[in-house]
């Protein structure tokens, strides 16, 4: 079964850091290129992230750029998401997804997990 | 402020047809694939279409894509009650250099 299962969130006070991590199964995690998408309560997706398959290439919202990091280990099937200078607005659920071969096609999307900042 | 405008909310009763719109640019869905997907309350969103009007296996024929220009439309037929949730769509954007969604669109079948 293809799957990602996502990790790492929790609650941090403003200025803090956390990573997130994303296990994937069931597919060649190398192929495929990767996203993380957030969704604050009550509010609608919001696209964060994408890396490409091998890792060579990175791009950012405006709203992270600077203060997120995203990454990958192929060898270990996990996808990553460093999150650095939190802000009371990077409250949400992180979402990792797949993007499958057609454009900007995420075809597979992971539970989400819980990014709480707050003193 | 969504780059991708949709209406907040649309409504229609059992059995009968829905459409969405998601408007944007020539940046955006003017020169690039459009895809859509339904985030039913309390669970990860799920692709409905890609690449403007194909449907991933196991998608239901009563979910169809188009675009014309710089916009696209999300037509639902048949709804059912569990069909209420809420619809994204989604490009890249070539001036950005980024993926935007729309705001998001509530169905509610009445």
């Known amino acids: 079964e293809v799957q990602l299962v996502e990790s790492g969130g929790g609650l941090v006070q403003p200025g803090g850091s956390l990573r997130l991590s994303c296990a994937a199964s069931?597919?060649?995690?190398?192929?495929?290129?990767m996203h993380w998408v957030r969704q604050a309560p009550g509010k609608g997706l919001v696209w964060v992230s994408r890396?490409?398959?091998?890792?060579?290439?990175?791009i950012y919202a405006d709203s992270v750029k600077g203060r997120f990091t995203i990454s990958r280990d192929n060898a270990k099937n996990t996808l990553y998401l460093q999150m650095n200078s939190l802000r009371a607005e990077d409250t949400a659920v992180y979402y990792c997804?797949?993007?499958?071969?057609?454009?900007?096609?995420?075809?597979?999307w992971g539970q989400g997990t819980t990014v709480t900042v707050s003193s | 402020q969504s780059v991708l405008t949709q209406p907040p909310s649309v409504s229609a009763a059992p059995g009968q047809k829905v459409t969405i719109s998601c408007s944007g640019s020539?940046?955006?869905?003017?020169?690039?694939?459009v895809s859509w997907y339904q985030q039913l309350p309390g669970t990860a969103p799920k692709l409905l279409i890609y690449?403007?009007?194909k449907r991933p296996s196991g998608i239901p024929d009563r979910f169809s894509g188009s675009k014309s220009g710089t916009s696209a439309t999300l037509g639902i037929t048949g709804l059912q009650t569990g069909d209420e949730a809420d619809y994204y769509c989604?490009?890249?954007?070539?001036?950005?250099?980024?993926?935007?969604f729309g705001g998001g669109t509530k169905l509610t079948v009445l």
């Open positions: 890396i490409n398959s091998d890792g060579s290439s990175t």
């Open positions: 989604v490009t890249w954007d070539s001036s950005l250099s980024a993926v935007v």
């Open positions: 020539s940046s955006n869905i003017g020169n690039n694939y």
């Open positions: 997804v797949r993007e499958g071969p057609g454009d900007v096609e995420m075809d597979v």
């Open positions: 690449d403007n009007y």
């Open positions: 069931g597919f060649t995690f190398g192929s495929y290129w």
